[in-house]
């Protein structure tokens, strides 16, 4: 046998290989149609990803929604420092920064709600605040704190005068009782209309004033803001991570974003990550063919 004999099946086998693997990974994603002869589907037709795109889309989402991005994984995600710093950060500049705090309580919820809205919630905060206090002077005994009252001011009021001795502390109980009494009814009656105005005139002050000004008067400080706002993420977090989860479709929409995907964009992806790997089983194919060809030698 021959030096060329010899070299001719070695290398035929390993061009055959290096063929025949290059044709089985091009056939992957080609081609991108079926293709038809005489009415009939050629084999193979369209190319393995493009056939089973639904089911990559499937398998995907499966893989992403229920192993890759868990609930555990989200709450990691949600406490790492730099997400928690980005919120924190946020929420800071848009309470805190420095034109904020210069502006109007009432000009800054605006920027975030229409004037309708606004007032309908301005009105529902003054009426829940009427309610309140309502609520707490008919819990309070007027009746009693008036009688107690006004009979130690009227008795202040006559000691070391000639009416000290003349008027009784019986007359005294008389005339207070029935003032606790008819003052408690005429609150009960009308604390709405007596309230109302004072609610809404505070209020009002308070929506003009800087935020500034407000942070002051509350001695709510940046470092105070800071810590209130980390301490809200933290149990935000903490409660509705697994109800955020169970919400966020996240196997669906993996699934639709592949199924909307273009099957030359596939290739591209897939080729980003793996062009190496593919290219490898392509020269491995050469590689086998190559040895083949030398153990058909010997036989």
Not at 51 to 66: I, P
Not at 125 to 143: F, H, P, R, V, Y
Not at 269 to 280: A, I, P
């Amino acid at each position: 046998m021959d030096i060329i004999s010899m070299i001719a099946g070695p290398l035929i086998g390993a061009v055959i290989g290096y063929l025949t693997n290059f044709i089985a990974v091009k056939m992957l994603f080609r081609p991108l149609h079926e293709v038809r002869v005489g009415g009939v589907r050629l084999p193979f037709t369209p190319g393995i990803i493009p056939k089973g795109k639904d089911r990559l889309a499937r398998a995907l989402g499966v893989a992403v929604g229920e192993n890759l991005l868990t609930k555990e994984d989200l709450e990691k995600i949600f406490f790492s420092d730099e997400v928690r710093q980005v919120v924190v950060d946020s929420l800071m500049d848009v309470l805190c920064g420095e034109e904020q705090r210069e502006s109007a309580v009432r000009d800054l919820l605006l920027e975030h709600v229409s004037v309708s809205v606004y007032e309908a919630e301005k009105e529902h905060l003054e009426g829940l605040l009427c309610e309140k206090i309502q609520a707490g002077l008919s819990e309070m005994d007027i009746t009693g704190l008036i009688n107690e009252e006004s009979k130690r001011v009227i008795k202040e009021k006559l000691q070391g005068t000639l009416f000290e001795r003349m008027i009784s502390d019986e007359l005294i109980e008389g005339i207070t009782s029935h003032i606790g009494v008819y003052v408690e009814r005429y609150v009960q009656q009308n604390s709405r209309e007596l309230l109302f105005p004072v609610i809404d005139g505070q209020v009002a002050d308070l929506e003009e004033k800087s935020l500034g000004e407000l942070m002051e008067t509350t001695g709510a400080t940046p470092d105070k803001i800071r810590a209130m706002i980390e301490n809200a993420y933290t149990r935000i977090v903490r409660e509705k991570v697994s109800d955020l989860a169970d919400r966020f479709p996240i196997r669906e929409m993996v699934e639709e974003k592949v199924r909307q995907m273009d099957v030359l964009e596939i290739e591209e992806l897939v080729l980003s990550v793996m062009k190496k790997e593919l290219n490898t089983i392509v020269d491995l194919g050469a590689l086998i063919g190559f040895v083949i060809g030398i153990v058909n030698i010997f036989f």
